[in-house]
C-alpha cells in the first residue's frame, strides 16, 4: 500500500491486484478506487480530446441515471501536490462544476510523463476521439521526452507515417532534424545509340 500525503491529509492507494492472462499479468487499478477532495484532482495540460455540449449534457445523464461507474484515472504530481489526470477529464468536470461534488473517485497510476501522454491518447483512441491538431502537440511532447518515430508510433498505436504527419502538422523542424530521407530520383547517364 502507497501513502501519499497532501496538504488535506494522507490518502491510502491500495496495491494494485493483478490476474494472469495468456498475455502475462495484467494490473487492475479498477480494482482499487480511493475517494480524493475535488481540490485535490487537476485536469492535464495535453489532453487532445474534446466532447460538446450535446455530449457533456448526455454524459451527466448517464451519470445521474446510471452512477459513476468509471473511477478518473489520474497519477500523483509531487511537484504541484495533485492528483493529474490522465483519463476522466470530462466525467471530472461533470461530478466537479455540474454536479458539485466535494468528492471524486479516482485510480492513481505510477507512471512517468511519456507514459501518461501515451495512456491518455490510448484511452482517446481506444474510444475513437480525438483531435488532430492537439494529437500533433503530443507527439511533439513525447519527441521532446527523447522519445523516437517508432516509440512514439507504438505507444500511441499508429503507424509511423501518421506520427511524420502529424510531426509536419506542429510545424516544428526541430522533430525532423534525425529523419532519414529518401532521394525523389536518382539521374543516370542514357545512351542515346541503344
Known amino acids: 500500500m502507497r501513502e501519499i500525503k497532501t496538504s488535506l491529509g494522507i490518502f491510502k492507494i491500495p496495491d494494485t491486484p493483478t490476474i494472469k492472462t495468456k498475455k502475462g499479468v495484467l494490473k487492475l487499478p479498477v480494482m482499487a478506487p480511493i475517494l480524493v477532495p475535488t481540490e485535490l484532482v ?3 495540460n495535453y489532453n487532445p480530446n474534446h466532447v460538446d455540449d450535446n455530449n457533456m449534457r448526455l454524459l451527466e445523464t448517464s451519470i445521474l441515471e446510471n452512477g459513476f461507474t468509471f473511477a478518473i484515472v489520474t497519477v ?3 511537484d504541484i501536490e495533485k492528483f493529474v489526470i490522465v483519463d476522466g477529464f470530462h466525467r471530472e468536470e461533470i461530478l466537479k462544476f455540474w454536479l458539485e461534488c466535494e468528492e471524486i473517485p479516482i485510480v492513481v497510476l505510477e507512471q ?3 507514459q501518461r501522454l501515451a495512456a491518455t ?4 483512441r481506444a474510444r475513437g476521439v480525438h483531435q488532430v491538431d492537439l494529437m500533433g502537440d503530443l507527439v511533439k511532447s513525447l519527441f521532446e521526452q527523447g522519445q523516437d518515430d517508432q516509440e512514439i508510433a507504438k505507444q ?3 503507424e509511423p507515417e ?3 504527419r502529424l510531426k ?3 510545424g516544428i523542424a526541430e522533430l525532423f532534424k534525425n529523419q532519414k530521407y529518401s532521394k525523389a530520383w536518382e539521374m543516370h547517364e542514357v545512351n542515346e545509340n541503344v
Request: no cysteine; net charge negative; hydrophobic share 50%.
Open 42 to 44: 487537476q485536469a492535464n
Open 76 to 78: 500523483w504530481d509531487p
Open 112 to 114: 512517468d510523463i511519456a
Open 121 to 124: 491518447v490510448q484511452f482517446n
Open 156 to 158: 500511441l498505436g499508429m
Open 162 to 164: 501518421e506520427v511524420f
Open 168 to 170: 509536419q502538422i506542429t
